[in-house]
Every structure is written in structure tokens, then in C-alpha cells.
């Protein structure tokens, strides 16, 4: 069974100060790790996918990092409107097909000015 | 930007109705999913289509939940007898192929259960 585990659950910083979040998961095959953002009462926002361990991805303020166990979302000099659930999720290889995504629990980032 | 539409933003239902939660997948995609979220809880998945027809289905996903994409743009969750635990956010996705390629979701459909 897929698991994804994040953290820290909540963060706060204030404007400016960079920090990264953590991922770390397992899964039998990885197909791919998801971060989307997720404001209050919204659908979640795809930002990366990644594919395999080494892989990095950016994004203006944000940049994500993948081993072979755990990822990373980093932020740089984060602005108030960076505020939001930062979700993880995983697909994994079955025998083909649409596979689901598995989440986890997200973490609560505040961004304060 | 092409996204993923769902229809109602948000629906209140007596316990035991039936409930049909409607989307519109980005046009070119060919996976379609169905998530939901409980208040204050994680995003789970529910079950993915493809070709006409159901890819996987969570342990979640029991008779009383079927899926069914009626014409070449509508992609429709059905309830049939909704509880009181069913009250959630549904979210509805789609995914140009199933190799990890960037999937998209709607904003949601909310569901209360009274």
C-alpha cells in the first residue's frame, strides 16, 4: 500500500524567509510524485510532477527535489499570496492504466508579511 | 488555460437521494478520476476511467457509487442513496495519459448530506 507522509503539518514564516517542506513516501513503483497547491474550499493546483530520484523542478518561487525516498518542495523569499496547503501525492505502477493518486495530509503554510 | 469544470458548486441532499456530480474534462484528455475530501482531511481517491470504461477503484468506491461518461465531453459520478458520511468535496480529474503526466483538477463539487 502507497503511503505519503508530510511535514512539518503547519509552518510559519515571515515574507522572505526561505524554508523547504518535506515528502516522504513509499511506494511499490513510482510512476510519478505530484505537489499541487491547495487554497481553502479550491480544487488542488498542479505545480510538478516528478519522475525519478535526482530529478529537480522549479517553478518562480518554488523548486522541487526528489530521492528515492522523499521530496522536497523549496521555497525562496516566499510573498504573503504563497499561503496554502502544499499537498503531496503518488502514483504508483499497476497492471496499466489510470492509476490513482495517493495524498498526504498537506502542510499548512502561512506566509506572513 | 484549459481546465476541468464540475457542476454544482455545492448541493445539499437529503439522506437515501440519489446525487448525479457532473464534470467536463479538459478536451484532449483520455484519464478521467474521481477524488473526494472530507472536511478537514486528505484527498482520496475514488476511482479512474479510461476507455469507457472503470482503470482502478479504491475500497471506498462500493455499489452505491458508479461513474459513467454519457457523451464525448461529460464525465458524471452518480450516488445512489447518499449517508450522512458521504458529505464531502468532490473533486473530478483528467490526465492526458497515465504515465505521471500532469493531472488536473476541478474545483470541486461540494456535498451536504442532511
Known amino acids: 500500500e502507497d503511503q505519503v507522509t508530510q511535514s512539518p503539518e503547519a509552518l510559519r514564516l515571515q515574507e522572505g524567509e526561505s524554508s523547504s517542506l518535506n515528502c516522504s513516501y513509499t511506494?511499490?513503483?513510482?510512476?510519478?510524485l505530484f505537489w499541487y497547491r491547495q487554497d481553502p474550499g479550491k480544487g488542488p493546483e498542479f505545480l510538478f510532477t516528478?519522475?525519478?530520484a535526482g530529478e529537480e523542478k522549479e517553478k518562480e518561487r518554488l523548486k522541487a527535489t526528489l530521492t528515492k525516498k522523499e521530496s522536497f518542495l523549496h521555497i525562496t523569499a516566499p510573498k504573503p499570496e504563497d499561503s496554502a496547503t502544499y499537498l503531496c501525492?503518488?502514483?504508483?505502477?499497476?497492471?496499466?492504466?489510470?492509476?490513482?493518486?495517493?495524498f498526504g495530509k498537506g502542510t499548512h503554510l502561512i506566509i506572513q508579511p | 488555460e484549459p481546465e476541468v469544470t464540475q457542476t454544482p458548486s455545492h448541493q445539499v441532499t437529503q439522506m437515501g437521494q440519489e446525487v448525479i456530480l457532473r464534470c467536463v474534462p479538459i478536451?484532449?484528455?483520455?484519464?478521467f478520476y474521481w477524488y473526494r475530501q472530507i472536511l478537514g482531511q486528505k484527498v482520496e481517491f475514488l476511482v479512474s476511467?479510461?476507455?469507457?470504461?472503470?482503470?482502478?477503484k479504491s475500497e471506498i468506491f462500493d455499489d452505491q457509487f458508479s461513474v459513467e461518461r454519457p457523451d464525448g465531453s461529460n464525465f458524471t459520478l452518480k450516488i445512489r442513496s447518499t449517508k450522512l458520511e458521504d458529505s464531502a468535496m468532490y473533486f473530478c480529474?483528467?490526465?492526458?495519459?497515465?504515465?505521471?503526466?500532469?493531472?488536473?483538477f476541478g474545483e470541486g463539487s461540494w456535498l451536504t448530506v442532511v
Open positions: 478536451s484532449n484528455h483520455l484519464y
Open positions: 511506494v511499490s513503483g513510482l510512476r510519478g
Open positions: 480529474a483528467s490526465d492526458r495519459a497515465p504515465s505521471g503526466n500532469t493531472i488536473y
Open positions: 501525492a503518488v502514483q504508483s505502477y499497476s497492471g496499466g492504466g489510470a492509476d490513482g493518486l495517493t
Open positions: 516528478l519522475y525519478s
Open positions: 476511467f479510461y476507455n469507457n470504461e472503470i482503470s482502478e
